[in-house]
Structures are given as C-alpha cells and as structure tokens.
C-alpha cells in the first residue's frame, strides 16, 4: 500500500520521531524508517508483540478481542501500537522529553483521520487492480475467439484434404489448439473470479 499521507502524523503529533504501518504477518508497507536498520526484522518483531499478548490473553483463559492499543514507555523512547483495520497496525515512536507525561489525546483524536486516509488509500489500490484484472480478462477472452477462428479455420481444412497423412496432422494440431483453448478458459475463470472477491472486498465495511 502506498500511504501519502504519513507525513502528517509527525506534522500532528511533533513528539513522533518515526512511524511504522505494518500488517498483522509483519510486513511493514509504509515507515519513517530509512534503510540503514532491518526493515523486514522491526516488522516482524512488531507482529510478534501483538502475537505474544495474545498468547498471554489464551494462557490466562481471558477472552480475545480486537486490541486498541499497546504502549511502551522508557525513559529515552517510548512506543504505542495502535489498531487501525482489521489486518493493520500503527506502530508510533516518541522522544520521551523529561518532565512530560505522554499524551495520548491527540494521538485518539488523529487515529480516526489515519483510518480514513489508509482506507481511501486500500480502495484506491484494490480499484487499480480491479481494472488491471479485467484487462487481463478481455485479453484473454480476445486469445480465446483467436483459438476459436484457428480451429474454425483447421476444421473447414480437414474436411477438405484427402490425404492421410495431412489429416492426421491437422487433427493433431486441432488437439493442440483446443487444449489451449482449455487453459485459456481456465485463467479467465480465476481471473473473473479474483475480480469478484476484490469487488466484494471494497463494498465490505470498513472496520478499524
């Protein structure tokens, strides 16, 4: 996902020295954070975070939900994990300044600005795929009629050849077209098919 809008936050909360949005797998598709630190590892042990608190919640019997949020706080950094959609997190790192308790009231009253832009963000890049899809289904549908004129073409000239022996390699190439023209149908059926699920998914209710 490209998320435009990143710069905000920090415009918003001055405190935020980075921010990090990744998936609950912990792939982090937008961050602060340049690439002179692991990336794919400050992703990953994001995502364990939130798997061993719900560990604890299974190992103590106590009922799961949705979290809001997980703070972290220490004298020099300290960090919230927030909760934005049903698969991603917003992981906001601050400078601890001496004297001064973190406060989490513009961070609440900014969260729901953030699920709004992520979730325009997603919509946008699921319609893009959505019109990618259905271009790679036409052009399918297009090499499938092309098979169908071939065969069409194949069939009118068996019909007329008397020899043996250029029947029967006409027939083998009538086999061999209409396999392909198996596949073809095959592959406009998963596409129209992913096609259907990501329509489906952009009509769903956004929950954050």
Known sequence: MVFKNISRIQVALPEVIHVVMFYNNGTIFQTTFEQEINIPKLG????????????VYQICNFTINDYKKIIFETEDVSIIILKLGEES????????????DLNLTPIKRYLTRIEELIDMDKKELILH?????EEESKELQIQLQ???QELKEL???????A????????DKELSCIDEDCKKIK???????SEIKLLKEGIEKPYQG
């Open 129 to 133: 795929e959505i019109l990618s899809k």
């Open 186 to 192: 095959e592959s406009i059926v998963k596409v129209d």
């Open 163 to 170: 020899s043996e022996e250029e029947a029967k390699k006409i």
């Open 44 to 55: 990953d042990s994001l995502a364990k975070i939130l798997k061993n608190i719900r560990n």
């Open 146 to 148: 092309k098979k169908y």
């Open 155 to 161: 069939q009118e000239k068996l019909a007329k050849e």
């Open 89 to 100: 997190n917003l992981a906001l790192f601050f400078k601890s300044e001496e004297g001064k």
